[in-house]
């Protein structure tokens, strides 16, 4: 069985940081990608906003490349954590963020954190 937590959103002001997290436990077998997606309120669409794989590799898309990074802390125990920083935040970053993990024969959504940007 895998469990996946996300935390980290919060309310913050135009040109803030927050840094989401995402913990996947359990019974975890590579390989294995963790992704993050946003939904705007109203959207139906989950848009991908970065990945990070079992072998460390971690990418975010291009429409956030210099403001948002994604990480990762291995711990024991079958435990991965995720990290999305995301600075200089904009009102158009305002979304729900879900964290998505995925290997070969099972995967797990998270029920999302609400980032809002606002003055």
């Known amino acids: 069985q895998v469990r996946l937590e996300e935390s980290g959103g919060d309310r913050v002001q135009p040109g803030g940081s927050l840094r989401l997290s995402c913990v996947v436990s359990?019974?975890?077998?590579?390989?294995?990608?963790v992704s993050w997606y946003r939904q705007a309120r109203g959207s139906r669409e989950h848009d991908l906003i970065g990945s990070m794989t079992s072998a460390g590799a971690g990418n975010v898309v291009d429409s956030v490349k210099g403001r948002f990074t994604i990480s990762r802390d291995s711990g024991g125990d079958n435990t991965v954590s995720v990290y999305l920083q995301m600075n200089n935040l904009k009102v158009d970053d305002t979304a729900d963020y879900l964290c998505?993990?995925?290997?070969?024969?099972?995967?797990?959504w998270g029920s999302g954190v609400t980032v809002f940007v606002s003055s």
């Open positions: 359990g019974n975890i077998t590579s390989p294995y990608a």
């Open positions: 998505y993990a995925k290997g070969g024969e099972w995967e797990i």
